[in-house]
């Protein structure tokens, strides 16, 4: 049977279909689970110190000291007594292990991990790394690392011609570390919890309170500060919490971003939101170049003088140029777009626009908080 036939018969059984009319949007906002966090669930950094080993003479050199007495006192507790002065550490390096711990983390548990030269080693790859005990900030092992790098890139040639794809000395172990200890918070007996906003906002810390009590259909919600919002009246039980989070998780609320610029004057980045407006203001700018050369030439006596010398002179030539001035007007309520343009217009680089706004935010007549990175 056709579509088509499928279509006419229901037209004529007087079954309305779904349409959606054009230009008609889609449900706007943002979910809650994405803008907050619950406070208290985080995430928490892991940090071991072990060796690499199985590299093909891309280790640490001799005058790594830590990592000879690093092997050494590995091969002790192997039972191999070695003294430390006489052990070569070309094949071995020794590396900082680093990780996160997810929060409701379980014996078993497998998290990927980041492997760090920290002597001398030209190249971890093709390396293993030995088993690595994992520690949190209060010294505890949370964790435990062992497994063979992965790197993403090479180095070849010899003689000095060496083509390097990529860095070397850091790699990762992906599901390369094993979780030790339940860290997992019990939810069971939480009556209350806190939302707390990734970016502050009072507006946005009313909008979710007011859809989680307009959901819950009480007022279960409160606005604490621009950052948190506190929910109590939550009934005891194992999945009173999650049903909670699930529940008010996929709420959508209206979240106005800030009106920021965003400056990386090292690199000439410069990212600014669509929400920024500028006052109104006139940009004068222009460049002004001065080159300065200097070239040197020998001066010799003529033929057949006496008492003369040959000298060095240098003749310095100074030339200076300066562009014409360009002007830009803006009007008041000007969007960033038109900033942009009116950039282009008089040929402004990525360095210039640097400048002109740190001038722009001085003269107060940009509407919006100048970060300069």
Known sequence: MSRLFVVMLLATLGFALPVRAAGEDRPSGIHIRDITTIEGVRDNPLMGYGVVVGLNRTGDSQQTVFSTQTLANLLQRMGVQVPATSVRVNNMAAVFVT??????ARPGMKIDITVSSAGDAKSLAGGLLLMTPLKAADGTVYAVAQGPLTLGGYSAGSNGNVKVINHLTVGRVPEG????????VSLANMTSLSLLLHDPDFTAASNIAAAINKEL?????HVVDSRRVDIVGIPQGLSAVPELMARIGNLLVEVQPPAKVVVNERTGTVVMGGSVTLGACSILHGNLAIEISTQYQVSQPT??????QTTVVPDTQVHASEAPAQLIQLKEGATVEDLVKGLQTIGATARDVVSILQAIKAAGALEADLEVL
């Not at 259909?217 to 919600?221: H, S, V």
């Open 99 to 104: 990780g996160t711990l997810p929060p409701f």
């Open 177 to 184: 570390g094993i979780i030790e200890r339940d860290t997992a």
């Open 217 to 221: 259909g009480k007022e279960a919600a």
């Open 303 to 308: 033929p057949l003088s006496t008492g003369g």
